[in-house]
């Protein structure tokens, strides 16, 4: 049995790999068999102390878009992560709570369900703990969870809302925080409307030529899939590609104040926090030099609703970031060795963009602001 194969039988969605042998069947020799396979992706993985239920993702819908989960009741989780802004905030580095201005870009959080962890850097282990990170973080929501929790009792809706749901006399912000993580785990991709996977189910036209000549390279000349490999196209491991600094971090001093903010409360050696001039990324974890600008590798599904790209917005055109990687990636003493030139010609670019826009939906899923429940005042 061949090697490729061999890892096939490892992975669960038999069907869907042996068709993956075959349309791989371009690939260099050195990476046959050795990543997770593309493919559709799995149903969405749900924790045991979280089930879904129609009624919690619909409570879950009202609580993301309620700004009143945040300090000053302005910010909700849509401000930053908008339906119509691909569930991100559209610019190159995020907005902040009023009076500040994130130094990273808003990530999607389109198929943010698959991943083990969350945030550019992977601080953050289940969407349940990253939700009360982002509503209480300083520069995200700003919220006291105390404050939030109250307010949350005031809304008569949502006391019976949550009752329903969870059968507690009033609303805990714990389980809010469970409400928005099941409405995530809502907020992915339908293999139906994605050409690449309709192409991996069988559907041999779902992918023009050039598409499928872009998956070659892929997997092949273009190396994409040593990091961007399995169902995700991402393998969750954290790498520094070069990804050149954003001149819209340098001008502001808003940003400076909040990567500053996040050297002292991530506890940066004092020597380091006095430079504070990029990001660190994984460095922020493990104090390690070695991690210093590594970032976990995004997925690349639904990217043609998702830019800007890159931790801090670096790239606004695909076109861009495929540039960037034909010339080896950007200047860093960290940069991994995977990171080589490529030398593509025009023509495997328009391949491999070909390919990356096979990826996502034909239409962005869109989800309309709910109507929110008014506060009452009570006896
Ligand atoms: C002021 C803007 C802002 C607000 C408000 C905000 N976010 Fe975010 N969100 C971001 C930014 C910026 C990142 C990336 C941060 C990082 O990597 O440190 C992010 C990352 C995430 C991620 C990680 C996605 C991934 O691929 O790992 C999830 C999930 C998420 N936010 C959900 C939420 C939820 C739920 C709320 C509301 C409780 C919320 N966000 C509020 C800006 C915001
Ligand atoms: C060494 C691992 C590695 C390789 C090889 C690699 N990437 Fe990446 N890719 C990453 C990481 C890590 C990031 C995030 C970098 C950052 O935020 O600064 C990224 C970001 C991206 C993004 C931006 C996604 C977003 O949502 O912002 C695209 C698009 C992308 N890569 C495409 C490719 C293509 C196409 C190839 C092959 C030519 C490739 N990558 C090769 C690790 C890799």
């Given at each position: 049995m061949n090697a490729r194969i061999k890892n096939c039988f490892l992975g669960s969605v038999m069907a869907v790999c042996f068709i993956a042998v075959l349309v791989t069947g371009g690939a260099s020799a050195a990476q046959e068999g050795k990543f997770p396979p593309l493919g559709p992706l799995p149903p969405v993985p749900v924790p045991a102390d979280n089930p879904m239920s129609p009624a919690k993702v619909e409570l879950g819908k009202l609580l993301f878009f309620d700004?009143?989960?945040?300090g000053d009741a302005s910010?909700?989780?849509?401000?930053?992560?908008?339906p119509e802004a691909g569930w991100g905030d559209g610019g190159d580095l995020s907005r902040g709570y009023p009076g500040t201005q994130h130094w990273r870009n808003s990530q999607?959080?389109?198929?943010?369900?698959?991943?083990a962890k969350l945030f550019w850097a992977g601080e953050s282990t289940s969407l349940e703990d990253q939700a009360k990170s982002a509503a209480t973080g300083n520069v995200a929501g700003n919220g006291d969870t105390m404050m939030m929790e109250e307010r949350l009792r005031q809304i008569p809706e949502y006391v019976k809302r949550f009752q329903a749901v969870f059968g507690t006399p009033w609303p805990t912000i714990d389980d809010a925080w469970r409400a928005i993580s099941a409405f995530e785990r809502t907020v992915v991709s339908n293999a139906k409307d994605v050409p690449f996977d309709r192409f991996m189910k069988g559907?041999?036209?779902?992918?023009s030529d050039s598409a499928k000549r872009g998956l070659a390279l892929f997997q092949?000349?273009?190396?994409?899939?040593?990091?961007?490999?399995?169902a995700l196209l991402s393998d969750e491991d954290y790498h520094n590609v070069g990804t050149p600094r954003n001149p819209a971090f340098e001008e502001d001093p808003l940003r400076q104040i909040t990567l500053r903010f996040q050297h002292v409360i991530r506890g940066v050696p004092e020597s380091v926090y006095r430079k504070a001039d990029r990001d660190l990324g994984l460095f922020y974890t493990t104090?390690?030099?070695?991690?210093?600008?590594r970032f976990r590798t995004p997925s690349l599904r639904e990217l043609k609703y998702t830019a800007p790209y890159m931790h801090n917005g670096a790239f606004f055109e695909l076109e861009e970031v495929i540039d960037f990687y034909d010339e080896g990636g950007g200047e860093d003493?960290?940069?991994?060795?995977?990171?080589?030139?490529?030398?593509?010609?025009d023509e495997e670019k328009e391949d491999l963009l070909a390919f990356l826009e096979s990826l996502?939906?034909?239409?962005p899923l869109l989800v309309r602001p709910p109507e929110l429940p008014p506060y009452a005042a009570m006896p």
């Open positions: 700004a009143r989960l945040s910010t909700s989780c849509a401000s930053c992560h908008s999607t959080i389109l198929n943010s369900a698959y991943y559907e041999e036209k779902a992918l092949g000349k273009a190396g994409c899939v040593q990091c961007h490999n399995g104090k390690r030099d070695a991690d210093r600008g003493a960290n940069k991994s060795p995977l990171i080589k030139k490529l030398g593509l010609s996502s939906s034909d239409k």
